[in-house]
């Protein structure tokens, strides 16, 4: 080996330990940078025996990461849900209460609770019919039921307009990352072509695709040119070469009854029960299951709820021979001139009110709840009491009995299709918190699953600064060789050149 | 040199790996304060998920229970009232028929006849308009109006006219007409037994002498169990009374022979005795309802023992499990935030010579 040769292999080795210095900067500079993959020069033996660094290895593991974003998904969609139930249950939270120890008004604000009220001062109405106090209680009671489950509604109705605008929120998110995956996509794709260094580029691809899960469930696939696909958890492409558009139109208000839009990414529904292929995670996902499937769902209960009451308190015609109709009687609804059919129920609990006859604070007389005829005051037909007794209890003891007697619910509300108001009413409890303690159980569990699964990523393809100190030390000392190989080769020259 | 596999930590999860423990480990310790402190769990509704519905339907036969309670003692009150205005209704029979056994026909001995009658049948009436709270307790389900109207009012109630009305249909006068000395004993016997006696009963008494009307109240004492709580002064024993004091009174300071004072007497006597009779009867009534309300109480009362005991298990935490979780939290805590510090510390370039 001539001098000369020493010499190329001392420039190429102070290349090659440039660039993996370069390397190992790039490394510790991105050591708490979240999503970042370590990079590693890979050195070879050149034609003349030196060293080149002749690429630059990105640490990636495509299996983790795709765990991580499914992960992500499945905790942002319980996330979604969990919150939006957590909203729903607070309609029945009793937990405030204690066990009861003073009597009535203490279990809480849930219709249900409302109802166990009602009962009571119906039981104590019963005591003492002739008093009017016990009448009034029995009004406020009713009263206190109505405004419930017109809160209750209410709440439903928010949960669902929020999940609404949560959803417009995601899909304008979705979009925005969508573009910008586009570029980032693009500098892999030209820099493979180019031969450029494609890291930071993947980097940010990974890291979009990361924040893409988190508000829809995907996947994604990796061609040939390195261009990268993304599809939803269901199948529909969301980025193939170009962007697909997510859309949706936002629905202000949805009252009971009302279905918000759907999602469609490309023209296809990914959201709503006539999607070919719904979405099945990411936060937009939960936000459709809270917006179409449960808050409804607990809607409906409400309604059967409201239902049930203004069946239970109606009123029949006492007549020895009846002939008309069976009117609402204390629970009634604005305008309301029959009795609703369980079957159509829809809007009810947004619009139960107490029948005006009977609220002293609209002149009403709280008497007829123990003499009959609240639908139609001076009606003989709907006059249990005729003779205005004031200890009669038959009507009162009726109304008693109704609200623990059994009756038809509609089975599309997801409970119990034979219940008694009260049973019915705590099944509907129990399933709001049911849902509530699943969610939430999910949700720990999901995200348990996710902060796994980055951390497992993070260790796999993240940046260790010992490590990367050690490298740094290997590349302190080599340079100090070379330095020295370069002053030795350099006397050596000198001493040739003396001597010549 | 490469490191691969489970030896390979970054170093951004090493500096981080405790900040999720820790942060949970502090809301699990929130909460463990807040059941400490209540004694509850910190969110019933998370903690017993389906399980609420019972949980409710516990309180809702809780709170039942205490509200059937509560009422008995309201239902008690007019049953004790009852009763004791029955025992003071009794106790005058009980003495009118004491005077009227020692009473002998005499010149003078008509005035106290009718002080008999006249004192029985105002502390009859005064009984029967026994009130509790703003009940008539003798006026069945009609509990809003007095049961009996006053028989002395100004002018005269109806009662009286009847009584009045019936007298001169028979005799042709009115008992303190002068000429009512002709009429036999056995006349007025059958006048008190005949359109005398028809006064105090059916149509008649309901017109003339009772606003009660005929059905009891009735209560729930427990779930499911209802008894008869008042009883009301269409009774036969009031009845019998009213038409024993009545004819005392009217007939007793009258013109009437001896002989047919004498009849007045014994039938009045006979009435008396029934009536304080049927008032035991009555009370005897009574007296179930208020042993069952007792029964009712006390088997409530071990029920809502059992229950609360229930809700207890549904809804308390375990105190001690409670603070062994806080010390045990707080020991973790304290543990992470050390560990956090000499994580610190280990750092290569900690142990690098300055050059």
Do not use: C, H
């Amino acid at each position: 080996m001539s001098l000369s040769t020493a010499f190329n292999v001392i420039s190429s080795s102070l290349a090659a330990n440039a660039a993996q210095t370069a390397v190992v900067s790039n490394n510790i500079a991105n050591v708490n940078t979240p999503g970042y993959s370590r990079e590693i020069g890979n050195v070879v033996t050149n034609s003349y025996g030196g060293s080149d660094v002749a690429s630059i290895t990105r640490e990636a593991n495509a299996a983790l990461l795709e765990q991580v974003s499914t992960s992500t998904s499945q905790a942002a969609a319980q996330q979604a849900i969990s919150d939006g139930l957590t909203r729903l249950a607070q309609t029945v939270d009793d937990s405030s209460s204690t066990s009861s120890t003073s009597g009535a008004n203490q279990n809480g604000a849930s219709p249900s609770a409302m109802l166990a009220n009602l009962q009571s001062a119906l039981t104590t109405y019963a005591d003492s019919p002739s008093s009017s106090s016990a009448a009034d209680a029995v009004v406020s009671a009713a009263s206190d039921l109505a405004s419930s489950l017109n809160s209750a509604s209410a709440t439903v109705q928010q949960v669902r307009e929020t999940a609404d605008q949560n959803m417009a929120s995601s899909v304008g998110t979705i979009n925005s990352l969508l573009n910008q995956f586009t570029s980032a996509n693009n500098a892999v794709v030209t820099g493979l072509q180019t031969g450029a260094n494609v890291s930071s580029a993947e980097d940010t691809r990974d890291s979009i695709v990361t924040q893409l899960a988190q508000q829809i469930g995907v996947s994604t696939t990796v061609a040939a040119n390195g261009s990268e696909s993304i599809y939803t958890d269901s199948g529909v492409t969301l980025f193939q070469d170009t962007p697909r558009t997510v859309s949706f139109t936002p629905t202000p208000t949805l009252v009971d009854g009302a279905n918000g839009g759907v999602v469609t990414v490309g023209g296809v529904p990914v959201t709503g029960a006539n999607s070919p292929m719904p979405i099945q995670s990411g936060a937009l996902a939960g936000y459709a299951a809270i917006r179409d499937t449960l808050a409804p769902e607990y809607q409906a209960q409400l309604d059967q709820v409201a239902g049930g009451l203004i069946n239970a308190f109606g009123e029949g015609d006492q007549s020895a021979s009846p002939t008309l109709p069976s009117l609402p009687g204390l629970f009634t609804t604005p305008g309301e001139t029959s009795l609703p059919s369980m079957l159509a129920t829809t809007g009810l609990a947004a619009a139960i009110e107490i029948n005006p006859n009977v609220d002293p604070s609209q002149g009403g007389n709280p008497n007829l709840l123990r003499d009959g005829g609240i639908s139609d005051p001076g009606n003989p037909a709907y006059t249990y009491n005729p003779t205005g007794a004031a200890s009669y209890t038959g009507r009162i003891q009726d109304l008693i009995g109704q609200i623990s007697a059994t009756r038809s619910f509609d089975p599309s509300a997801g409970l119990d299709s034979s219940a008694s108001l009260t049973d019915y009413a705590n099944a509907s409890v129990s399933w709001v918190q049911a849902q509530n303690q699943q969610a939430s159980d999910a949700s720990s569990y999901q995200n348990a699953v996710a902060t796994q699964a980055t951390s497992a990523l993070s260790n796999a393809t993240g940046v260790n600064l010992d490590a990367e100190m050690t490298n740094m030390l290997n590349l302190e000392n080599s340079y100090a060789s070379t330095a020295k190989l370069l002053t030795t080769v350099t006397s050596m020259f000198t001493a040739l050149l003396q001597a010549a | 040199m490469t490191i691969v596999g489970a030896n390979f930590v970054s170093t951004n999860y090493l500096a981080n790996s405790l900040v999720g423990p820790v942060m949970q480990a502090q809301s699990q310790l929130t909460n463990a304060m807040t059941e400490m402190s209540t004694g509850q769990y910190a969110d019933l509704g998370l903690q017993l998920g389906d399980q609420s519905g019972y949980e409710l339907s516990l309180k809702e036969q809780v709170g039942q229970l205490q509200t059937l309670t509560t009422g008995n003692s309201v239902v008690s009150t007019n049953l004790s009232t009852a009763q004791s205005a029955l025992t003071a209704i009794q106790s005058n029979a009980q003495t009118t028929l004491n005077n009227l056994a020692a009473w002998t026909p005499s010149g003078t001995s008509g005035a106290s006849l009718q002080n008999m009658g006249q004192s029985g049948l105002q502390s009859l009436i005064s009984g029967a308009n026994t009130t509790s709270g703003d009940q008539y307790v003798f006026g069945g389900i009609n509990s809003a109006v007095a049961p009996i109207a006053d028989y002395y009012s100004t002018p005269a109630s109806a009662a009286k006219t009847a009584v009045d009305q019936a007298f001169q249909t028979t005799f042709g006068v009115l008992p303190s007409d002068p000429a009512a000395a002709n009429i036999s004993a056995s006349d007025m016997q059958s006048f008190l037994s005949g359109p005398f006696a028809a006064l105090f009963q059916g149509a008649s008494w309901s017109t003339d002498w009772s606003s009660a009307s005929s059905d009891n109240t009735s209560a729930t004492i427990a779930p499911g169990q209802t008894v008869t709580t008042s009883t009301n002064a269409n009774q036969a024993g009031f009845q019998q009374l009213a038409q024993a004091y009545t004819m005392l009174s009217e007939f007793g300071g009258s013109a009437l022979s001896s002989d047919a004072q004498q009849a007045v007497a014994t039938a009045a006597a006979s009435l008396v005795s029934q009536g304080a009779d049927s008032m035991i009867d009555i009370q005897a009534g009574l007296g179930s309802s208020q042993s069952a309300i007792t029964g009712a109480n006390n088997s409530m009362s071990s029920q809502l023992t059992i229950l609360q005991g229930q809700l207890g298990n549904l809804d308390n935490v375990d105190p001690t499990a409670t603070a062994t979780e806080i010390s045990s939290l707080t020991n973790q805590i304290q543990m992470a935030y050390e560990l956090t510090a000499r994580l610190q510390q280990l750092n290569l370039a900690q142990y690098l010579p300055v050059t």
